[in-house]
């Protein structure tokens, strides 16, 4: 359900464009890593992954749970609450380890929130939490590395702001953009190094941000898939 909503709302609020790497692999039981800017990403990146065909299990937020309706329908669905600064913040952990046993693609934020920054510029992932590390390790899932830019053209700033960029959005409709590149395969170094996801989806970033004209350097050619 939260796929086909994603699916139906986001050519509403702007004009999606997907880029995928000739070599990504959507293997099941992988890992799907994303950067996180604005509150609106998590609904483009759902959609972006449900014209491939992919609707992952997404590791969000507790707090989406508390939204009536929404929290049934997130949990009836096999999502996963995670409660931050919390002693039930390792059962996200064990409910993503269960996931991907059972074939399912998982979806993280390696930064673990949202940045600080009111403006709407894009910029690279900040440094990554050890969530995504130590599900790797436990796992041994590859990454496939996801970068999406634009949606800080949807919601950003001030909560002032972000509501007023929500209405107008469906009339001035920014480009949107998400690019998956090839899987990182689990290391056999231990602890996992985080430094090498995060190299990857900020690899990922760049390209989503090209395709935007933002300031950031271009990788290497991708299969396109641009949809408006």
Same mark, same amino acid.
Do not use: C
């Given at each position: 359900?939260?796929?086909?909503?994603?699916g139906t709302l986001v050519p509403v609020f702007g004009r999606l464009s997907v880029t995928v790497d000739a070599?990504?692999?959507f293997a099941p039981g992988s890992i799907i890593a994303a950067n996180h800017t604005s509150l609106a990403d998590p609904v483009v990146v759902v959609a972006a992954l449900r014209r491939l065909g992919i609707e992952p299990v997404v590791m969000a937020a507790a707090g989406l749970w508390r939204i009536p309706l929404l929290g049934r329908a997130l949990t009836r669905e096999g999502h996963i609450p995670v409660y931050r600064r919390d002693r039930r913040a390792a059962d996200a952990l064990d409910g993503a380890a269960d996931a991907?046993?059972?074939?399912?693609?998982?979806?993280i934020y390696g930064e673990g929130g949202l940045p600080r920054r009111r403006d709407v510029a894009e910029? =690279?992932?900040?440094?990554f939490r050890s969530g995504l590390a130590r599900l790797? !390790?436990?796992? $041994? #899932?590859?990454?496939?590395?996801?970068?999406? =830019?634009g949606a800080r053209r949807i919601t950003s700033g001030?909560?002032?702001? !972000?509501?007023? $960029? #929500?209405?107008?959005?469906p009339l001035r409709r920014p480009a949107l953009h998400v690019h998956i590149g090839a899987s990182v395969l689990k290391s056999d170094e231990h602890p996992f190094p985080t430094a090498r996801a995060h190299e990857a989806v900020t690899s990922a970033w760049r390209t989503a941000a090209a395709h935007l004209d933002e300031p950031a350097a271009r990788t290497k050619s991708s299969l396109d898939l641009n949809q408006t």
């Amino acid at each position: 359900m939260l796929s086909r909503l994603a699916g139906t709302l986001v050519p509403v609020f702007g004009r999606l464009s997907v880029t995928v790497d000739a070599d990504t692999d959507f293997a099941p039981g992988s890992i799907i890593a994303a950067n996180h800017t604005s509150l609106a990403d998590p609904v483009v990146v759902v959609a972006a992954l449900r014209r491939l065909g992919i609707e992952p299990v997404v590791m969000a937020a507790a707090g989406l749970w508390r939204i009536p309706l929404l929290g049934r329908a997130l949990t009836r669905e096999g999502h996963i609450p995670v409660y931050r600064r919390d002693r039930r913040a390792a059962d996200a952990l064990d409910g993503a380890a269960d996931a991907l046993a059972r074939g399912r693609i998982v979806l993280i934020y390696g930064e673990g929130g949202l940045p600080r920054r009111r403006d709407v510029a894009e910029a =690279a992932p900040e440094p990554f939490r050890s969530g995504l590390a130590r599900l790797v !390790q436990r796992t $041994g #899932a590859p990454i496939i590395p996801l970068g999406q =830019a634009g949606a800080r053209r949807i919601t950003s700033g001030s909560r002032l702001k !972000q509501i007023a $960029g #929500a209405i107008t959005a469906p009339l001035r409709r920014p480009a949107l953009h998400v690019h998956i590149g090839a899987s990182v395969l689990k290391s056999d170094e231990h602890p996992f190094p985080t430094a090498r996801a995060h190299e990857a989806v900020t690899s990922a970033w760049r390209t989503a941000a090209a395709h935007l004209d933002e300031p950031a350097a271009r990788t290497k050619s991708s299969l396109d898939l641009n949809q408006t």
